[in-house]
């Protein structure tokens, strides 16, 4: 029986990546090859903490171009689907009897999933869903520097997005009926670009909230986002609805049937710096005195808020982000190694917890 052989050509563009480039290892490769690349043994490392190298990999993803998703991408169906097209077009599969697999085999099954559909725009990443008539989720980082360098305020130039090929919600859908066209990627986030603070007002970044939840409770808990990304530099945020049941079983509104979401999430993740001891731990956490950052430790949290008003503070509904992976079916910032993610996404991180 003669060896299955791979011929590797050139990598495949992903949609939600701009510009491109040959990368010279697979995906897990350059996780090791960040790991060592320092001259670090991994096991060195303190838990929950990635290297350096492996910091500047992880979060240079979007500007690289290289073939893999943006940290804050969480893996659905059309992403899982995107990877797996992109792995599928980097290769020529050479059957067992040497025969190469005609275009029709290799494409079998691999068409692209109904009801998730990915689309870009100036400062976040979405999913729509044609079924409720909304995104699952919003993507983005938030960093100091574009809070720093606010250009707009809100421009409620609220309007239906027409790249979503099956047509989005509409204003008109919420007109009358009780809840607030609420963004998912804040106006307020968005506001270090004029086309940014423009997109951010499409309906696909809406979804019906309750005034008392979206201008109270939600209001907070972004605000808390914002204090997060001034006070450590960048935080990563994948948000939406809580779409655990089917679309019929929600109640809807507008001629298009928005389905009205009983909760809402946000996950969170942040990279605090790790400084050199020349005296203890290489990996003891220390002020940023003129010491090497040689590692990051990685925080994250969730939270799952109820579309409804509240008394209570936004401390009262954080979780693990593993919980928000359950109620929500995502795999949320899956480009983690896997066991500095399977132990960041267990906990809530000390950061996010109530001062």
Known sequence: MKNIKLYLFLSATILLLTGCSTVPYTQ?????????????????????????????YLTGIWDSGQDS??????????TSHLLNQTKRNSFTVVGLDGNEETEAESEKDEK???DHELHTYVGYTLCYRESYEQSEWVAYSLTRSQLEHKVT???????????????SATPADYKGSGFD??????AADMAWSLKSAHDSFLMS?????????NRVIWKLLEEAVRNWAQQYGTIYVVTGPV??????EYQSIGESEVAVPEYFYKALLVFIPVYAESNSSPYAISSANEKEIE??????????????????????????????????????????????ENLAESECGEIFLEP
Do not use: W
């Not at 998703?69 to 059309?78: E, F, G, R, V, Y």
């Not at 066209?181 to 804040?186: D, K, S, V």
């Open 153 to 167: 305020g809100r421009t409620n130039d609220f309007r239906a997005d027409t790249l979503i090929s099956t047509g």
């Open 295 to 340: 590692a990051y430790r990685v925080q994250c949290a969730a939270f799952i808020v109820p579309n409804k008003g509240s008394g209570k503070d936004i401390y009262k509904f954080i979780c693990s982000v593993d919980l928000a992976e359950e109620r929500t079916g995502l795999d949320f910032f899956a480009n983690l190694p896997d066991e500095v």
């Open 69 to 78: 998703l943006a940290l804050q991408i969480p893996l659905c169906k059309a």
């Open 205 to 213: 970044n809406m979804s019906p909230q309750a005034p008392s939840f």
């Open 243 to 248: 779409l655990e049941k089917e679309s019929n």
């Open 28 to 56: 897990t490769e350059q996780t090791e090859h960040a790991r060592t690349e320092n001259g670090r043994l991994y096991q060195e490392l303190a838990p929950g903490c990635v290297t350096a190298e492996e910091y500047n």
């Open 181 to 186: 066209r609420g963004h998912l990627a804040p």
């Open 112 to 114: 692209p999933p109904k």
